[in-house]
């Protein structure tokens, strides 16, 4: 069964400075996407980036990046040079197959900010 | 850009009453998701559809139905409302052919509080 796990509940960074957010990632199914949704405090799940299983290179958008480690089964999310919006939970997800529908999430990591 | 489009926002109800959520997708988007996020949670999958007939079912009780219409909407019904129902109510929509890569955009949600 496919399955997220994000081990940080709570991140602290300096603004300006770059954060890493866990996730690791469970599937038997060799296609699969990732993804990474931001959700401040407003409530609006906001997407962020996505990395498919087959990608040969790790996926980024702007300041955000997705080191992608298949074999660890690892898709951590990097964001460089943090400012104070960043401030929200962050939460992981996958979808199997290429066609599939069903996306599960993980528990979300809160990021804060501090300036 | 058009986003994907939910209504209400906002939502109120008393135990055992009705409930009906609407998602308008992202236009040309072929396949929607239905989520509900409890408070301090993650966003859990309820059931998604693709062109108008249900592609997959997640945790979703036997009191809540969806569908898809012509015009690819899709309502959520919700009958015989719990107190256990209050939660935030999330659509999704993607193109499945093509396009963005299979990357789920989120709508703004739809807050229900079951009294």
């Known amino acids: 069964a496919q399955k997220i796990t994000q081990t940080q509940p709570g991140m602290f960074v300096q603004e300006k400075e770059a954060v890493t957010l866990d996730c690791t990632y469970d599937?038997?199914?060799?296609?699969?996407?990732l993804f990474w949704y931001k959700q401040p405090s407003s409530g609006e799940m906001i997407f962020l980036i996505y990395q498919g299983s087959y990608d040969q290179q790790n996926a980024t958008e702007g300041r955000y990046s997705l080191n992608f480690q298949k074999a660890r089964k690892s898709a951590n999310l990097v964001i460089s040079a943090s400012q104070l919006g960043d401030s929200a939970m962050y939460f992981c997800?996958?979808?199997?197959?290429?066609?599939?529908?069903?996306?599960?999430f993980g528990a979300g990591t809160r990021l804060f900010v501090k300036a | 850009a058009a986003g994907v489009i939910q209504s209400p926002r906002h939502l109120i109800k008393e135990k055992r009453e009705t409930a009906t959520l609407k998602c308008y997708p992202i236009?040309?988007?072929?396949?929607v998701y239905w989520y509900q996020q409890g408070p301090g949670q993650d966003p859990q999958f309820l059931i998604s559809?693709?062109?108008?007939?249900?592609?997959d079912k997640g945790s979703i009780p036997d009191r809540f139905s969806a569908q898809q219409f012509s015009d690819y909407h899709s309502e959520l019904n919700m009958s015989s409302l719990e107190l256990g129902d209050s939660a935030l109510y999330f659509c999704?929509?993607?193109?499945?052919?093509?396009?963005?890569?299979?990357?789920?955009?989120f709508g703004p949600g739809t807050r229900l509080l079951v009294l």
């Open positions: 997800a996958m979808r199997e197959g290429d066609g599939g529908f069903k996306t599960i």
């Open positions: 999704a929509s993607r193109r499945l052919a093509g396009g963005t890569r299979g990357t789920q955009y």
């Open positions: 599937t038997s199914d060799p296609s699969y996407g």
């Open positions: 236009p040309r988007h072929d396949t």
């Open positions: 559809f693709y062109e108008k007939m249900q592609s």
